[in-house]
T-cell receptor
Framework: EPEVTQTPSHQVTQMGQEVILRCVPISNHLYFYWYRQILGQKVEFLVSFYNNEISEKSEIFDDQFSVERPDGSNFTLKIRSTKLEDSAMYFC??????????????FGPGTRLTVT | KNEVEQSPQNLTAQEGEFITINCSYSVGISALHWLQQHPGGGIVSLFMLSSGKKKHGRLIATINIQEKHSSLHITASHPRDSAVYICAVLRRGNQFYFGTGTSLTVIP
């Protein structure tokens, strides 16, 4: 069964460093998402991406963050200058074979980011 | 203020019991997701619905758009159902709002 994959599973970085979190969505999906979950808190929406551009972003997704689909298979989240409060689990998801956003989402296993 | 409220926050049930988890929301939505998060952190989508009722195995999800309310029911609960159940709503414009989750423990 097709699945969303994420790498790395755990990333440790120093404050101020840039990190890139990678996701490979399901191949025929059209919508891509990033979420984060700070330990012990609820899942938060960061950004959605469709047709090679951001379709929606939350207030969390400020200039520190960027997303890219560089090669038609990978979907990346870049955090430019990490802060301690960026420590969280980051989930990628994909959906939508029909071009509609309201399709079931498939989540990746997550990348745990620890900023020290 | 949370746009999505779930109740209860924590729930302990005996194996075999019928379980209901509730979700209320305060914004206009185009769809509602029920998600299951396992103790290891992985998230699985259980249902996506925009009206009526859906059933998958022992799980049933209903939504009442007028009342801005959805319920997730688990029949004949089993210890393997122990997880956090999360309600998430998709606003028009493709923005998602998540509830804080209901932590379910089913005791054998």
């Amino acid at each position: 069964e097709p699945e969303v994959t994420q790498t790395p599973s755990h990333q440790v970085t120093q404050m101020g460093q840039e990190v890139i979190l990678r996701c490979v969505p399901i191949s025929n999906h059209l919508y891509f998402y990033w979420y984060r979950q700070i330990l012990g808190q609820k899942v938060e929406f960061l950004v959605s991406f469709y047709n090679n551009e951001i379709s929606e972003k939350s207030e969390i997704f400020d200039d520190q963050f960027s997303v890219e689909r560089p090669d038609g298979s990978n979907f990346t989240l870049k955090i430019r200058s990490t802060k301690l409060e960026d420590s969280a689990m980051y989930f990628c998801a994909s959906s939508g074979t029909s071009g509609r956003a309201v399709d079931e989402q498939y989540f990746g296993p997550g990348t745990r980011l620890t900023v020290t | 203020k949370n746009e999505v409220e779930q109740s209860p926050q924590n729930l302990t049930a005996q194996e075999g019991e019928f379980i209901t988890i509730n979700c209320s929301y305060s914004v206009g939505i185009s769809a509602l997701h029920w998600l299951q998060q396992h103790p290891g952190g992985g998230i699985v989508s259980l249902f996506m619905l925009s009206s009526g009722k859906k059933k998958h195995g022992r799980l049933i999800a209903t939504i009442n758009i007028q009342e801005k309310h959805s319920s997730l029911h688990i029949t004949a609960s089993h210890p393997r159902d122990s997880a956090v159940y999360i309600c998430a709503v998709l606003r028009r414009g493709n923005q998602f709002y998540f509830g804080t989750g209901t932590s379910l423990t089913v005791i054998p």
